[in-house]
Every structure is written in structure tokens, then in C-alpha cells.
């Protein structure tokens, strides 16, 4: 059972009036509107809940450009109890024109949520349009170039930090190697082992996917590192990328500085 309510501590929005107000933006003479979905989150159990990248990536598929992403609350109250509704949702800014591919997706507009809770300035907060086709530019030349050198074969050291999750044990350093084009194994050059799950870890190929998928999401910030975010990111005579830093700024722990060295072919 659900019920709504009003505004809750931690969740930024100006006024009721404001937050209602999904057509506020209007940039470059093309109006916006805010389209969400629940990421059916479970009470207890917040990994489950799909992420925004997820949701995201619905859109960008479709090629609506996406001027926003965050998390936020549909406004209802919910029982406390495990694996129960919690009504956090997926939020995105998007142009009004990509409203009906948005709906076929299975996304609605925010304003359905009256008493919705989420950074009505979140698209003032995020990187601008400029730098954010500037990066994008830069990462299609270097993935050009990466192409141009690239073996199916190599290796890297490779290591992500997270520059918002000051908790989160420290990641190793490991060095990857990819062969045909599939990571095949990963070593941990700390602990001097070489891990049993290395799902998670990606080619170069895969890197360059992630960080363009991050880009289109419009993070908060995105440069070299997070001690210099706005500063170009780094990449090598080979295209590869040595030093990236995105801050998606929509969860805990997604300001991710991404470092790769030591790259050898095969």
C-alpha cells in the first residue's frame, strides 16, 4: 500500500510547484521534459535495484540525447518491511520531441508524479553541452586511432578509485590481458594472484564503451582526474586511454577515476 507525501530531507527540489514543473528547461529553442522509471528497487536490498546507467542506455540506444540522469522518489510512502516496494525511480531529462520513443520504452513523464522528489537542478548542475560533445569528439578521434594500432592481443595494468566512497576498500591494481579480443585473465599484482571472477573487467574496446556510455548519461563532472576534473583526460600515442575521470554524480561511489599503464601488445 502506497500513499503520497510530501517533501523528505536529502532530496533536493525548490518548491511542490517547481518539481511539477517538467517543462522548465528550454535550451537552444528545443523544449525538455523529465521521463522516469522505478528501478524496482527492493526494501534491504538496494543492489537489486537497476541502475541509472541501465535505464540510460534504453535512451541513448534509441538516440535521444539525454540532458540529465539521476535517482529520485515517485512521493509515495511505503511499508518498512524486506522486499517491499520502495519507490525509488530513474529520472532523465530529455528533449520534448523523444517524448513517445521515451513512453514505447516503457518510461513516463515525471509530472504523472506530483509529489516526485528529485534535483529540479540537476541540469543546471551537470557538464555543459560544449564540453560534453568536446569530450565525446575527443573520445571518437582516440578510438579512431585505437583502431588504427589495436591488436587483438595485449595486456595493461589497470586500477579504478572512487573519489566519493572514502568506505569503499581500495581496488588492486591488475594486470589484464585480453586475448582475441576477450579478457582471458586477470592478475592481481598486490596480492600477487590471479582472480576467479573477471566479469567485471573489461578490453580497451570495452573501456572506451563505458566511458562513452557515461558521457551521453551527462555526468556532473568529467577531465583527467578528480583532483582536476576539468582538465582533458589523458590517452597514449595508441589511442589508449591512460587517465579518465567521470563523476556521474546520480549514487554513492560513481565518481570513478579509471587509470590504465603499462600497455603491451601480444
Not at 14 to 33: F, M
Not at 53 to 67: A, C, M, P, S, V
Not at 140 to 165: G, I, L, M, R, V
Not at 233 to 249: I, S
Request: aromatic fraction near 10%.
Amino acid at each position: 500500500m502506497k500513499r503520497r507525501f510530501g517533501l523528505t530531507a536529502g532530496l533536493i527540489c525548490l518548491s511542490l510547484t517547481a518539481c511539477n514543473d517538467d517543462l522548465k528547461i528550454d535550451l537552444e529553442g528545443e523544449q525538455h521534459v523529465r521521463v522516469y522509471q522505478d528501478d524496482l528497487a527492493p526494501a534491504c536490498d538496494s543492489s537489486a535495484a537497476i541502475s541509472v546507467k541501465t535505464h540510460g542506455k534504453l535512451l541513448i540506444d534509441e538516440n535521444i540525447e539525454l540532458h540529465c540522469s539521476q535517482k529520485g522518489h515517485d512521493g509515495f510512502a511505503y511499508t518498512e518491511s524486506c522486499d517491499s516496494e520502495t519507490g525509488s525511480i530513474n529520472i532523465f531529462t530529455i528533449h520534448d520531441k523523444d517524448l513517445a520513443t521515451a513512453e514505447s520504452l516503457g518510461f513516463s513523464r515525471l509530472s504523472s508524479l506530483p509529489d516526485a522528489q528529485f534535483d529540479n537542478q540537476c541540469e543546471y548542475k551537470v557538464i555543459s553541452d560544449h564540453r560534453k560533445y568536446a569530450l565525446l569528439d575527443q573520445l571518437n578521434s582516440e578510438y579512431a586511432k585505437w583502431q588504427t594500432n589495436q591488436t587483438p592481443s595485449y595486456q595493461f595494468q589497470f586500477n579504478t578509485s572512487f573519489s566519493d566512497c572514502p568506505t569503499f576498500a581500495p581496488t588492486p591494481v591488475v594486470l589484464v590481458t585480453v586475448t582475441d579480443n576477450e579478457v582471458s585473465t586477470v592478475y592481481d599484482t598486490d596480492s600477487e594472484t590471479f582472480l576467479s571472477n573477471i566479469d567485471n573487467y573489461m578490453t580497451i574496446d570495452g573501456l572506451f564503451n563505458e566511458l562513452e556510455l557515461q558521457l551521453k548519461l551527462t555526468p556532473l563532472e568529467a577531465g583527467l582526474h578528480a583532483g582536476e576534473p576539468k582538465v582533458t583526460p589523458d590517452f597514449n600515442e595508441l589511442g589508449v586511454p591512460e587517465q579518465y575521470y567521470l563523476n556521474a554524480g546520480s549514487d554513492e561511489c560513481d565518481a570513478i577515476n579509471y587509470t590504465v599503464s603499462e600497455f603491451l601488445a601480444l
